[in-house]
């Protein structure tokens, strides 16, 4: 039931409110002064209030602004009843908030009038906030919805890649099988080769050595094959260590590159980043690009989310290996180029990604960035690569991204990230130059 609240603190006239207000149907609550009305308001939350002006202690006026500045009661309509010669005082409270006044001596159908205005006021007002809050609800609902949506995307660049990366590891795994097949091989040569040797040293202690022995001992030297063994086996150890040395950085690049439980912004090494990337997203270009890195050894640490980061990255590469693939077919005779330089500019991290791929159509610049929208075919892409690319560098770190392209020449794409948290402590510093190196990938 609408309940209203006259406040007032001659008996008669707040009787005489009270009247009108249940004539209308409503439950009428009656306060004789300020502090009992703001006590009424915030236990029983009234629809209008009726608000006499003049009271002794706490006036009306008081008691509408302090209505207006509490956050629970600020939406109350509140009548102004007053005196008709206080035009100020009526001025003052419209001001201060007051939804309208009515003046003392009033007609009951008048007054009567005004309060169905206010509560037809106030139902607008609730039904606003009750939209309100269900639009707030759904919009939770839709934010939590796009981070399913980009969790399951990031498992699924995972899943994509682990094929790939289970072929990058597979191939110095096997050259490291075969070299250490060889070894087992040339040790079991060398041990036979031993024991003739020892035979020999035997038979010269006892000063017996025959013709025989030496030509068994000349015919096991050549079985054993000892020149090419001197030269191979130093080079098979040499190449199993660099195959060792390679899944190490594949498997540590993969567990850089998901980073598991870093959901919150930390100092980023972005050229270690990238460079983990490209390497655990090697497969995905190899065949069609070589890949260039030109990286800053002086870049600060960058405060972002490295693993929504590392999205970024991948997401470029795939997109410039797909491109130069368009371009140089499926021979892996003819290569493109995929640079990937990192600089910084001021309180800017600048990260540029380029490649010698087809360039953007003029009539998709506008689009490229758009949900769904590619121009792949189905299984090669769903067009959310340079959307997710974008909310990341965009809405999660403040940054921007944007291209140069040129058709049939390539596509650069620019990322700019605040090196500092706009938000967080002072951070960064310039890194250790021994990892940063520029070079090949
Ligand atoms: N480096 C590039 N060179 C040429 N065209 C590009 C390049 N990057 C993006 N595009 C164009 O922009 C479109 C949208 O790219 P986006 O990465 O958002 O989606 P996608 O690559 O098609 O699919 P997904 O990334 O979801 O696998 C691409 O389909 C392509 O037409
Ligand atoms: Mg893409």
């Known amino acids: 039931m609408t309940k209203v609240l006259v406040v007032d603190d001659m008996p008669d006239m707040a009787k005489l409110l009270a009247n009108t207000v249940e004539g209308q149907g409503y439950e009428a609550l009656v306060a004789s002064n300020g502090r009992e009305a703001l006590d009424i308001t915030t236990t029983q939350c009234p629809d209008v209030i009726l608000l006499d002006i003049m009271m002794p202690g706490m006036d009306g006026l008081e008691v509408l602004r302090r209505l207006k500045t509490d956050a629970r009661t600020r939406a109350i309509p509140v009548i102004l009843v007053t005196a008709k010669d206080l035009s100020q005082d009526i001025i003052a409270g419209l001001d201060a908030g007051a939804h309208d006044y009515v003046s003392k001596p009033f007609e009951s159908a008048v007054l009567a009038a005004r309060l169905r205005s206010a509560v037809r006021a106030k139902r607008a007002h609730d039904t606003i906030e009750r939209l309100n809050g269900e639009l707030r609800a759904e919009l939770i609902q839709r934010e939590r919805m796009e981070m399913e949506l980009a969790q ?3 498992l699924e660049a995972i899943g994509q890649l682990a094929a ?4 990058e590891i597979n191939t110095p795994s096997q050259y490291i099988a075969d070299n ?4 087992k091989e040339a040790f079991d040569g060398f041990n036979k080769l031993l024991g003739t040797f020892g035979r020999l040293l035997e038979a010269s202690k006892n000063m017996a050595v025959t013709d025989d022995l030496l030509r068994e001992v000349e015919a096991a030297v050549r079985r054993a094959d000892v020149d090419y063994l001197i030269e191979e086996i130093p080079k098979a150890i040499q190449q199993s260590l660099e195959g060792m040395d390679r899944v190490v950085t594949i498997v540590r690049a993969m ?8 959901e919150q912004k930390q100092a980023t090494d972005l050229n270690r980043a990238i460079q983990n990337t490209l390497t655990v997203s090697r497969n995905e270009w190899k065949y ?13 640490l960058v405060w972002c989310l490295p693993s929504d980061f590392n999205r970024v990255i991948l997401n470029l590469v795939v997109n410039a290996a797909q491109a130069i693939a368009d371009v140089v077919g499926d021979s892996s005779q003819r290569k493109g180029t995929i640079t990937v330089r990192t600089d910084s500019e001021g309180d800017w991290a600048k990260i540029r990604i380029e490649d010698t791929g087809t360039g953007i159509p003029e009539e998709i610049r506008s689009k490229v960035f758009d949900h769904f929208f590619t121009t792949k075919d189905v299984g090669k892409g769903t067009g959310q690569g340079l959307t997710i690319a974008q909310s990341i560098v965009v809405e999660k770190h403040g940054g921007t991204i944007t291209f140069e392209t040129e058709v049939g020449k390539g596509t650069a794409f620019l990322i700019r990230l605040p090196i500092a948290d706009p938000t967080g402590p002072e951070q960064g510093g310039p890194l250790e130059e021994a990892e940063l190196a520029c070079g090949c990938v």
């Open 152 to 154: 399951a995307q990031k």
């Open 164 to 167: 790939g990366i289970a072929h």
């Open 180 to 183: 250490t097949r060889f070894l």
């Open 255 to 262: 567990r850089e590159f998901s980073h598991p439980g870093s």
């Open 288 to 300: 069609v690009a070589d890949v260039v890195t030109d990286f800053d050894p002086n870049l600060p």
